[in-house]
């Protein structure tokens, strides 16, 4: 059920406009405010459905709390029907143009005060829906479906924005590449359904392994890849070691029994200070790492340097 806020110096008005909308069971909860500043104080805290105010109050009126309310974009959705005793046509109008959703002519009616918040509930009720779904299918747009992580292509967009503020900025930004060794062998021996358990798991444990700001993606199949931002070559290889010992030691579940992976580690940096890097050259370069890794024996970190590149 709704909440609903009301604003009113007169408690005898709150008393009535409750009254009115309690019957209803409708609102769950009904906060009150005896000026526009007390007011703006629940709006940000509590976030309600819908305000109902009066316009004018003692100190800090109606079009005051109209004004702060603009200051603060995310509670723009929040409905406010402005109780007013204006018959003026052009107030009506600045009412509007202030931020109010509608208003009420008083005194009112009390059908009609009915009528006007149900209407805007049910447009805040559908305009929230609608914001859901749109975040929703933004999380689908760059979510992989399976580990929950970034996708490729997501990736690749993020990749583009840190290296051009690497360059901006002249701060280092650092990429690894996680290569779940022999795989296959699992999907093999315990299923698809064990390979995909395995996939989630080692996914969770490299998102918990790095900060905030840095992103982690699924690169394809069973590699992933890791942007750490602000981080240097030693930093990086520090962070993927950690990685690594994270991912030996996590336990997977087959019937009852515990099973074990291990991983392959690449990384490569950009430093923000010499020559510009293309995304394809930073990844190339920490899939040769990972390459090498791969081919001295797995379960390793190697970090890119020249040697690596001569020899391919």
């Known amino acids: 059920m709704a909440v609903m ?3 009113d110096d007169s408690p005898t008005i709150r008393n009535q406009i409750r009254s009115v909308l309690e019957g209803t069971g409708e609102f769950s909860r009904f906060l009150e405010a005896d000026d526009g500043l007390q007011a703006f104080k629940l709006l940000a805290e509590h976030k309600p459905d819908v305000v109902v105010c009066d316009l004018v109050m003692p100190v800090f009126d109606g079009m005051k709390f109209l004004a702060l309310r603009g200051t603060r974009p995310e509670l723009a959705h929040i409905p406010v029907i402005m109780l007013t005793a204006e018959q003026d046509s052009e107030r009506k109008a600045e009412i509007l143009d202030r931020g109010a959703s509608d208003y009420v002519t008083k005194p009112f009616n009390d059908k009609e005060l009915l009528a006007r918040v149900r209407v805007h509930l049910r447009v805040k009720v559908l305009q929230d829906q609608l914001r859901e779904a749109n975040l929703r299918l933004e999380n689908l747009a760059v979510t992989d479906g399976l580990t929950g992580l970034f996708n490729r292509r997501h990736f690749d967009s993020l990749l583009v924005g840190e290296l051009q503020r690497s ?3 002249k701060v280092p930004v ?3 590449l996680v290569d779940i060794d022999h795989f296959k062998q699992v999907n093999d ?3 698809h359904s064990t390979g995909d358990q395995v996939l989630r798991n080692l996914s969770r444990v490299v998102m918990g392994g790095v900060r905030t ?3 982690v993606a699924r690169f394809g199949g069973e590699e992933l890849a890791v942007i750490l ?6 930093g990086a290889f520090e962070v993927a070691e950690r990685l690594r010992a994270m991912v030996a030691a996590a336990p997977h579940d087959y019937q009852g029994k515990a099973i074990f992976k291990t991983a392959s580690f690449g990384v490569a940096s950009y430093d923000g200070q010499g ?5 394809e050259e930073l990844l190339g370069r920490a899939d040769q790492a990972l390459y090498r890794a791969k081919h001295e024996g797995r379960n390793r970190v190697i970090r890119w340097d020249p040697t690596l590149a001569e020899a391919v």
């Open 213 to 215: 700001t840095d992103f």
């Open 229 to 234: 931002t602000q981080t240097p070559l030693q």
């Open 189 to 191: 021996t315990y299923g």
């Open 275 to 279: 020559a510009p890097v293309s995304p």
């Open 174 to 176: 650092s990429v690894v």
């Open 5 to 7: 806020l009301l604003v």
């Open 167 to 169: 360059l901006r900025y």
